[in-house]
Every structure is written in structure tokens, then in C-alpha cells.
T-cell receptor
Framework: GQNIDQPTEMTATEGAIVQINCTYQ??????LFWYQQHAGEAPTFLSY??LDGLEEKGRFSSFLSRSKGYSYLLLKELQMKDSASYLC??????????WGAGTKLIIKP | GAVVSQHPSRVICKSGTSVKIECRSL??????MFWYRQFPKKSLMLMAT?????????EQGVEKDKFLINHASLTLSTLTVTSAHPEDSSFYIC????????????FGQGTRLTVV
């Protein structure tokens, strides 16, 4: 079966760095997405990785290792507004998005 | 990024009535549209996938006669919740993807449906 695993909840301090991990087992792979979702709102796109390595975009970076079925989202200089759920999703061989359950990130002052 | 507009953002309806939710791609042609349902503190659950001009493909366990999906044009898809009941209350989200190998799907703002 297809499976995406990510921690249910994480807590971090304002100004610090946090890494949210995602492991996946899917039928085929056509890329991995990270989305941010604030409560009551639709997800917003953060990053897309299809090749191994690190993609940096401002305070957010995303890493992918296809051989390990592993990705992480790195958030630097955390701000209170970063409190949200972070969803990992993999595009499988049929170009269907397989979603993780999301990681709720709590930022404390 | 591309813009997907979903309407209404919130709707309250009486049990037994039907509700239509619209999803429009404003600046691109959406070959494929996805409809999701999300329960509180849960991830997105794919309900169905629709391709323009053809019947939607429903996921297992989703009643096609209750959740009617129409994708009549490359810019509009609709989800109609028929004979709504309180257990249909949820957050419904659409996303749209263009063709020609596009991988990213763009999300609408979501619709909070409350059935009373």
C-alpha cells in the first residue's frame, strides 16, 4: 500500500529552527510537495522536490532523498505566524497526490 | 502561482436540501480537478477526480449519487452535496491542475459546509 509518515505534532520556540520529517512508500514517484495549512484555511504551496538535494526558499528549505524515501522541511527564524499544519504529499506514478496526515507545528514565544 | 477560486467560502443549509460548491481556475485551463474533504485535525481525503468533459472518478466509499461532480469546462467544476445531512458538515476543498505534464495542483480557498 501507499503510505506517508510524518510526526503528528511538534513544538518549537520563536526564532529557532525546526525540521519536519516525512517518509514515504508509494507506487512510483513524480515529486514531493510541502504545503502549509492554517486552521480553517486551504493548504498553500511551499515547495516541490523531484530531484535529490536541498531546495532553499527564504526561511524555508526542503530536502529530498529518493533512495531513502525521505524528505524534510526546514523552517528557520521561526515566527509566531508559522504556527500551522504542514502537509507532505507525494505525486505517485499515476500523478495522484498521496497525502500525509500533517504535522501540527506549535510555536512558543 | 495560478489562482483557483472556490465559492462559497461558508454555507449553512437545512438538512435535506442540496448545496452546490463551485471551483474556478481563473488564469489557466484546468484539465483535472480534485475534490477533497477534510475533517477537523485530519488530512485531506480525496473524494473524486474529474477530467474536463468526462465523468468523475470517485474514491472508494464516496457516494457518487450524493456528491455530484460536474466538470463541464476547462475552468469550472462543481460539487453538489445532495440531500445534505449533519454528518456531511465538513470543509470541502478543490484543487486544479493544468495539462501538458503540469505537476502542481492549485487549491481553492475551501468551503465550510454546516448542515443543521
Amino acid at each position: 500500500g501507499q503510505n506517508i509518515d510524518q510526526p503528528t505534532e511538534m513544538t518549537a520556540t520563536e526564532g529557532a529552527i525546526v525540521q519536519i520529517n516525512c517518509t514515504y512508500q508509494t507506487s512510483g514517484f513524480n515529486g514531493l510537495f510541502w504545503y502549509q495549512q492554517h486552521a480553517g484555511e486551504a493548504p498553500t504551496f511551499l515547495s516541490y522536490n523531484v530531484l535529490d538535494g536541498l531546495e532553499e526558499k527564504g526561511r524555508f528549505s526542503s530536502f529530498l532523498s529518493r533512495s531513502k524515501g525521505y524528505s524534510y522541511l526546514l523552517l528557520k527564524e521561526l515566527q509566531m505566524k508559522d504556527s500551522a499544519s504542514y502537509l507532505c504529499a507525494v505525486l505517485d506514478s499515476n500523478y495522484q497526490l498521496i497525502w500525509g496526515a500533517g504535522t501540527k507545528l506549535i510555536i512558543k514565544p | 502561482g495560478a489562482v483557483v477560486s472556490q465559492h462559497p467560502s461558508r454555507v449553512i443549509c437545512k438538512s435535506g436540501t442540496s448545496v452546490k460548491i463551485e471551483c474556478r481556475s481563473l488564469d489557466f485551463q484546468a484539465t483535472t480537478m480534485f475534490w477533497y474533504r477534510q475533517f477537523p485535525k485530519k488530512s485531506l481525503m480525496l473524494m473524486a477526480t474529474s477530467n474536463e468533459g468526462s465523468k468523475a472518478t470517485y474514491e472508494q466509499g464516496v457516494e457518487k449519487d450524493k456528491f455530484l461532480i460536474n466538470h463541464a469546462s476547462l475552468t469550472l467544476s462543481t460539487l453538489t452535496v445532495t440531500s445534505a445531512h449533519p454528518e456531511d458538515s465538513s470543509f470541502y476543498i478543490c484543487s486544479a491542475r493544468g495539462g501538458d505534464g503540469d505537476t502542481e495542483a492549485f487549491f481553492g480557498q475551501g468551503t465550510r459546509l454546516t448542515v443543521v
